[in-house]
T-cell receptor, first 114, second 117 residues
């Protein structure tokens, strides 16, 4: 069974631009969560999607948004990029996002904002 | 609110020695606790999880962790370290009680495990 895939793996943008990251969950998984990982703040929960609906959201500004498609693939978008948005963005999928569902993480997209 | 504290951003042990990575949590409800490992340029891999079924949890690669409610701890151990254990380790807590949906994992800052030959 293929794992969680994220594209692109690396991305370089400049301040003020916007970016879209993609995540394809494991086949059959309907819940997709996004995390931001930085050296200073560590791993922080961005949001979670289930059945094309955002079900939970972390404490991030509105510049961070996402969506999920009917095939459970998810995208996250960051608008008006800031230097502090440079991070590794991890996507995780699980069957239904219930408490005991194991989350499987993708390799991440490393975003660098210049 | 919930939080996780991992004591020691870096831990160095000799190959063959005991590995002990410390994790303390704070949660207003009975927690679910997790340990993940991250190798360079890779995502997170689940090592083990506590779900209240047993206080001593055995995971992959010879790791285990013991849940101690009185100490609010969930320390990760391995009897004998291997060079391949060198990685970043994250403790995480989840306390989803919404009846559905992942509230997200709350992670500690991570501990970088160094194995000395």
């Amino acid at each position: 069974k293929a794992g969680v895939t994220q594209t692109p793996r690396y991305l370089i943008k400049t301040r003020g631009q916007q970016v879209t990251l993609s995540c394809s969950p494991i086949s059959g998984h309907r819940s997709v969560s996004w995390y931001q990982q930085t050296p200073g703040q560590g791993l922080q929960f961005l949001f979670e999607y289930f059945s094309e609906t955002q079900r939970n959201k972390g404490n991030f500004p509105g510049r961070f948004s996402g969506r999920q498609f009917s095939n459970s693939r998810s995208e996250m978008n960051v608008s008006t990029l800031e230097l502090g948005d440079s991070a590794l963005y991890l996507c995780a999928s699980s069957l239904e996002g219930r408490d005991l569902d194991e989350q499987f993480f993708g390799p991440g997209t490393r975003l660098t904002v210049l | 609110a919930q939080s996780v504290t991992q004591l020691g951003s870096h831990v160095s042990v000799s190959e063959g020695a005991l590995v002990l990575l410390r994790c303390n949590y704070s949660s207003s409800v009975p927690p679910y606790l997790f340990w993940y490992v991250q190798y360079p340029n890779q995502g997170l891999q689940l090592l083990l999880k506590y779900t209240s079924a047993a206080t001593l949890v055995k995971g992959i690669n010879g790791f285990e962790a013991e849940f101690k409610k009185s100490e609010t701890s969930f320390h990760l151990t391995k009897p004998s370290a291997h060079m391949s254990d060198a990685a970043e380790y994250f403790c995480a807590v989840s306390a989803s009680f919404s009846g559905g949906g992942a509230d997200g994992l709350t992670f500690g800052k991570g501990t970088h495990l160094i194995i000395q030959p």
